[in-house]
C-alpha cells in the first residue's frame, strides 16, 4: 500500500501541474478574445473580473481539458491521503508546482531564471528528504468533533476566499492561491479520516461530514484558484498554493493522526518540509507579478533579481 500512495501522489503532482498550466491557457485565451471585443483586461481597471469572465473561463476547451485533469489529480491524491503520512504525501503532490513551471515554459511562454531553477530543485531535493524520512506507517481514524470542524473550516475558508479574490484587488491572486491551497489541504485530511470506506458503506461515507467538507473545499478551492490564475502569474499562484495545501495538513497529520518519521531520522523529515516550503515561497515570490496574457510585459530581469527590464 505504501507504494501505491507513493505512485499515486506522483500521478497527482503530475495531473495537477498539467492541470493549472491548462486553465491558465484557458485564461488567457479567454482575456485576449475580451480584449479583441472591446473589453477593458482587468490590470487596466485594477479590479477583480467579471463574474461572466470567470464563466467564460469555465467553458474554454483548454480550462474544461484542465478540470479533466483535476479529477485525475483528486483520485490520486486521495489514494496517497490514505495510505501516506499527510506530511509525505502533500509534499510530493506539491511537486506539481515543478510539472507547471515546467509545463508553462511550453505552452505560455515563460521564461524561467537561475533563480527559479535553485527554487525549484530546492523543492525537489527537500522532497526527497521526506520520502526517505517517513514511516509507511499511519493512522486513518479521528473522533466526530474532527469531523465537524473540517466542515466548518471549509465553509469558513470557502467564504472567506470567494470574497477575497473579488475585493483584495491585487492582493487578490496571491489569496486566492493561499486559500484555494487551504481547501485541497482540507480535502486530504478529510480523505484520511473518510468513514464508510473500508468497508465501503454508502450511507455511513455519505452522512459522514468529512465527506460534506470535500464537496464544499473542492467546489470553492477550484472556483478560488480559477479567478486567481485570471488576475496573477501562473507560477505565483500555484506556488502560495502548495504552500497552503502541504503545511496545513502536515501539521494536523503530526498532531493528530499520529504521522511520524522514521526513528532517528526526524531532523531529515523537518528539514525535507521546511526546504520545501521556503522553496515554494521563494518560485512564489519571484513569479508574483501579473498575467501576461496579451504579451505586453517587459522582459523579467534574469539572474537573482526580481522585477521587470526596463523598456527601450
Request: glycine share 14%; aromatic share 10%; proline share 4%.
Amino acid at each position: 500500500m505504501y507504494a501505491i500512495g507513493i505512485i499515486a501522489a506522483m500521478m497527482a503532482a503530475l495531473a495537477y501541474g498539467m492541470s493549472t498550466v491548462f486553465r491558465a491557457l484557458g485564461a488567457r485565451r479567454v482575456a485576449v478574445a475580451e480584449r479583441e471585443g472591446g473589453a477593458p483586461a482587468p490590470s487596466e481597471t485594477d479590479s477583480a473580473p467579471s463574474m461572466s469572465s470567470t464563466m467564460s473561463t469555465l467553458t474554454d476547451p483548454a480550462f474544461i481539458l484542465g478540470t479533466v485533469m483535476v479529477v485525475v489529480g483528486f483520485a490520486g491524491g486521495a489514494l496517497a491521503a490514505r495510505f501516506l503520512p499527510l506530511f509525505l504525501a502533500q509534499s510530493i503532490v506539491s511537486a506539481n508546482l515543478v510539472v507547471t513551471a515546467l509545463a508553462g515554459t511550453f505552452l505560455l511562454n515563460i521564461t524561467l531564471h537561475t533563480r527559479d531553477w535553485v527554487a525549484i530543485w530546492m523543492v525537489v531535493l527537500s522532497l526527497c528528504m521526506l520520502g526517505i524520512s517517513s514511516s509507511p506507517h499511519t493512522d486513518d481514524h479521528a473522533t466526530d468533533t474532527f469531523h465537524w470542524v473540517l466542515l466548518g473550516v471549509a465553509i469558513g475558508i470557502g467564504g472567506l476566499g470567494l470574497f477575497g479574490v473579488y475585493r483584495f484587488g491585487k492582493y487578490a491572486a496571491f489569496f486566492g492561491g493561499f486559500a484555494g491551497g487551504l481547501q485541497f489541504g482540507v480535502i486530504a485530511i478529510a480523505v484520511r479520516v473518510l468513514d464508510g470506506v473500508a468497508p465501503f458503506e454508502p450511507v455511513t461515507l455519505l452522512t459522514d461530514p468529512a465527506a460534506w467538507a470535500i464537496a464544499v473545499a473542492g467546489a470553492s478551492g477550484f472556483f478560488v484558484q480559477t479567478v486567481a490564475l485570471q488576475v496573477g502569474a501562473v507560477n505565483g499562484v500555484t506556488a502560495v498554493l502548495v504552500v497552503g495545501e502541504t503545511a496545513g495538513p502536515s501539521i494536523i497529520g503530526v498532531l493528530f493522526l499520529g504521522d511520524h518519521a522514521q526513528p532517528g531520522l526526524g531532523w531529515m523529515a523537518v528539514a525535507g518540509f521546511i526546504g520545501a516550503v521556503i522553496g515554494a515561497i521563494l518560485v512564489a515570490y519571484y513569479g508574483s507579478g501579473d498575467p501576461d496574457h496579451f504579451g505586453e510585459a517587459p522582459e523579467e530581469l534574469g539572474g537573482w533579481r526580481r522585477g521587470r527590464a526596463d523598456p527601450e
